[in-house]
């Protein structure tokens, strides 16, 4: 008989060993499949949706002088108003969606897309839409740009007299035409932050403005180049002044029963300077409710360079605008995903001539103030 003692197969020292060294496999494996879904879930996009709902007092939505306010109340000037009020209620309704992806490296892109309306409550004819779209990437050293584009369908302004229907009905009512155009906005910008609290802007816009068939001769290819700065000078409060420069370049022209050649105008081209300052204020917490308070000021002067004679072009000829507005919101947020904005904007235009005789005829035609206030809620979902 064999008294040789009995040894298992296998070593427990060793088993124990290799038992290990498989657990610690399993766990190195376990760490890399981990971060390889967090490296896949990093490139995956994040989508996000913001919901927009308010509403707008509009004490003139026609921006009409004080001479065709009181026409209006007076029932004076029959075919040209096709308002039921000069004030109305506008209900503001909007949808933007957005896509934060990577793809360079760990470099932020931001894709957006947008839809709005604004719905008269009363004056249908003003009703109008816009859609925008805008893809934003960031880049090293706190740098960042952005391609937009926007498209409004129609824009009802008002009814003018055309004057082609005048050479042929006279100043008859049906005389009065709609004015309203569509328009193109391509957009860029560049920014970098400088130093601590300090970020430089550049934007450059090109507009296209497509007027309907009775005013082509206003149809347009508009320049915006923006130089904006902010500057955070308090932990809550920062500063922000903005130069626009404007080139608007009309046509002049009616192409249907006229040639550059031919015309008299209008011309309605300009350049126009534009200086805005603001301020904005991060308030204490109400209720452990984050909200701040936002002044702006904006001065724009445009002046026309008609090369029609006063008398041919009065609307046009020597014209030096002056604008001011004033915007004011306070805005507070009751949690991550809902926000409300309350406003003010005061618009006020003073319009001049050079041209002595056609001054006070410039001042009654296109001076105007008015006034906006609102609400809005802003619901984000992520």
Do not use: C
Request: net charge positive; proline share 3%; charged share 25%.
């Amino acid at each position: 008989m064999n008294n040789k003692k009995f040894e298992p197969y296998y070593n427990p020292s060793k088993s124990g060993l290799l038992i290990l060294f498989a657990i610690f496999l399993i766990a190195i494996g376990g760490v890399r499949a981990q971060e390889k879904k967090k490296k896949k879930r990093k490139k995956k996009p994040v989508y996000s949706a913001s919901f927009t709902l308010g509403t707008t007092y509009d004490d003139n939505i026609l921006k009409y002088s004080e001479k065709y306010l009181d026409r209006f109340m007076n029932g004076e000037d029959e075919g040209r108003f096709h308002i039921d009020t000069y004030d109305d209620v506008i209900f503001n309704t909007g949808i933007s969606i957005n896509s934060t992806f990577y793809i360079f490296k760990k470099r932020k892109s931001v894709i957006n897309i947008g839809a709005n309306r604004r719905t008269y409550a009363i004056n249908k004819v003003k009703n109008w839409s816009y859609i925008t779209i805008g893809i934003r990437q960031y880049l090293a050293h706190r740098i960042s740009f952005k391609f937009s584009y926007s498209y409004i369908p129609e824009f009802y302004v008002r009814h003018f007299r055309d004057r082609e229907w005048i050479q042929v009905y006279g100043f008859e009512p049906i005389s009065f035409q709609p004015y309203a155009f569509s328009k193109d906005n391509y957009g860029f910008y560049i920014q970098k932050y400088f130093f601590k609290g300090t970020r430089i802007k550049f934007s450059l816009f090109y507009s296209p403005y497509y007027h309907n068939e009775h005013y082509t001769e206003y149809d347009s290819k508009n320049w915006s180049y923006i130089t904006r700065i902010y500057q955070k000078v308090h932990k809550n409060i920062t500063l922000d002044a903005e130069y626009q420069f404007i080139t608007s370049d009309a046509k002049g022209y009616d192409a249907s029963y006229q040639t550059p050649e031919t015309t008299l105008g209008p011309d309605a081209t300009y350049v126009e300077d534009r200086f805005s300052f603001g301020v904005s204020w991060k308030l204490p917490k109400i209720f452990k409710k984050t909200n701040s308070l936002n002044v702006k000021s904006s001065f724009q002067n445009r002046y026309y360079s008609s090369k029609y004679r006063p008398i041919t072009d009065p609307l046009h000829a020597g014209r030096v605008d002056k604008n001011v507005r004033l915007y004011f919101d306070y805005r507070i947020s009751f949690n991550k995903s809902l926000k409300l904005k309350a406003f003010y904007y005061r618009y006020m235009r003073d319009s001049s001539t050079e041209a002595e005789l056609n001054k006070q005829y410039i001042s009654d035609e296109k001076d105007y103030t008015q006034n906006l206030i609102g609400l809005e809620f802003i619901y984000t979902l992520k």
